[in-house]
């Protein structure tokens, strides 16, 4: 199996597996349908029931853009077979033939400068790659190589990311190798982590063009002199950019931090 076969065929045993989970999460069945009894409700059930609602609906959502992401690469792994068979279809029916040497030279020139062309046209191609939590506050795409992220550190406690630059961007852009820049405590480069779309958070570019948080929103920012981002909530901004944060967990009652405002990333919803 091709690493191009291999990509495509992860990216959609791990669609499928998202939908089977989303549903067990929340089914995909009709919550309510029988309107007759609304009138029925107190005030207390019908906002249960609204909100319950509003997240059948955004699972739903979720479970079709799975869907499209499944169908799509399934829809390239089909052509990449038929194209490889064709391929070895017309390798066996050449090597059949018993070409002059004239005619061997010129085949292999010829298929030479195929390869050259095909080269040059993967060298131009730029894979791009997507985090999976959408906001309006900031981007979640594209993400390039060489694009920092946060990424949420595995098997802890807290609720940590820590920054790190994208290395390598796998199949269809939802797997990612990237890099903590820091080096370690005995001076090592920085560790390599293997991530998918979900535990990542784009970190828009400088100079990008991005709107203020509310008062009171939950956000992840990054702590100054550190590579990590924490918990917080915005209680306001200035007239340099800047976002005016209150962290969780501060030993300081009510002290405020002033952080850059595109090191500030929403909170993933669950």
């Known amino acids: 199996m091709t690493p191009e076969i291999e990509g495509n065929w992860d990216i959609v045993v791990t669609s499928l597996q998202d939908i089977c989970n989303s549903n067990e999460s929340l089914t995909f069945d009709n919550i309510y349908n029988n309107s007759s009894e609304l009138s029925k409700l107190s005030l207390d059930e019908l906002d249960k029931l609204q909100k319950d609602i509003i997240d059948h609906k955004s699972n739903i959502g979720t479970a079709k853009r799975l869907i499209n992401t499944s169908t799509e690469n399934l829809t390239k792994l089909i052509d990449i077979i038929t194209r490889e068979t064709k391929v070895k279809q017309a390798h066996k029916t050449a090597t059949k033939k018993k070409p002059s040497k004239t005619t061997k030279t010129t085949n292999k020139t010829t298929e030479s400068k195929k390869i050259d062309k095909r080269s040059s046209k993967s060298k131009q191609t730029k894979k791009i790659g997507r985090s999976f939590w959408t906001s309006k ?11 920092e992220v946060a990424y949420k550190l595995k098997n802890r406690h807290t ?56 008062y009171g929103c939950k956000v992840l920012a990054r702590y100054p002199d550190t590579s990590t981002f924490y918990p917080a909530i915005v209680v306001g901004h200035k007239k340099d950019g800047s976002v005016r944060l209150k962290f969780d967990g501060e030993e300081e009652v009510n002290k405020e931090t002033e952080v850059e405002r595109r090191l500030v990333l929403p909170t993933p919803e669950k």
């Not at 506050?137 to 694009?147: D, L």
């Not at 390598?168 to 890099?179: A, L, N, P, R, T």
Request: glycine content about 8%; aromatic content about 10%; overall charge negative.
């Open 137 to 147: 506050y900031n981007p979640s795409e594209p993400i390039f190589i060489g694009s």
């Open 159 to 214: 609720e940590e990311w820590i920054q790190c630059v994208v290395v390598k961007i796998i199949g269809d852009g939802i797997k990612f190798e990237i890099k903590d820049p820091e080096p370690d405590e005995n001076n090592n480069p920085g560790q390599v982590f293997k991530a998918n779309y979900k535990e990542i958070l784009l970190i828009p570019p400088k100079g990008s063009d991005l709107i203020n948080y509310g």
